[in-house]
């Protein structure tokens, strides 16, 4: 998002950017550091990227998410990177099959450990490359 992220809403205030009274305002902050308290208007302004209400708010509680975790990771260091390691682990077999041409979230690993997926049509098949030796 251009350096930038959503990291609070408070109720009222003035907008630092074009001076305007608002309803809720909007803490952004660069990734140099800056932080200024906009309204959604402003945040196309100062960002150059266009949000929707919805859009803010999820971006918002992204935000919580990450500072949580980054608390969790300096509590927990281990613990903290053995979820990364999972993650990690995850996104590898999602990029898989995805470059097999399935969708991640429709695939079903079977005992055998073979990937199968289920077509749109309501078929099973196998996927290429999953089959167990």
Known sequence: MNGWKI???????????????????????????RTMGVGRTC???????T????????????????ARWDEF???????AAAIQA?????????????AAGIDPYCAVQNPAGEYRYAARTGNWEFAAGYAAA
């Open 7 to 33: 990291t609070a809403k408070s109720n009222g205030g003035q907008c630092e950017h074009c001076g305007a009274s608002l309803k809720f305002m909007w803490t952004i902050r660069h990734e140099d550091g």
């Open 43 to 49: 945040i196309k302004r100062v960002t150059g990227w």
């Open 86 to 98: 999972a993650w990690d682990a995850t996104r590898a077999e999602q990029a898989a099959l995805r």
């Open 73 to 79: 990771a300096a509590a927990y260091p281990e613990q």
């Open 51 to 66: 949000v929707s209400a919805q859009e803010a708010e999820n971006a918002l509680r992204v935000a919580a998410m990450d």
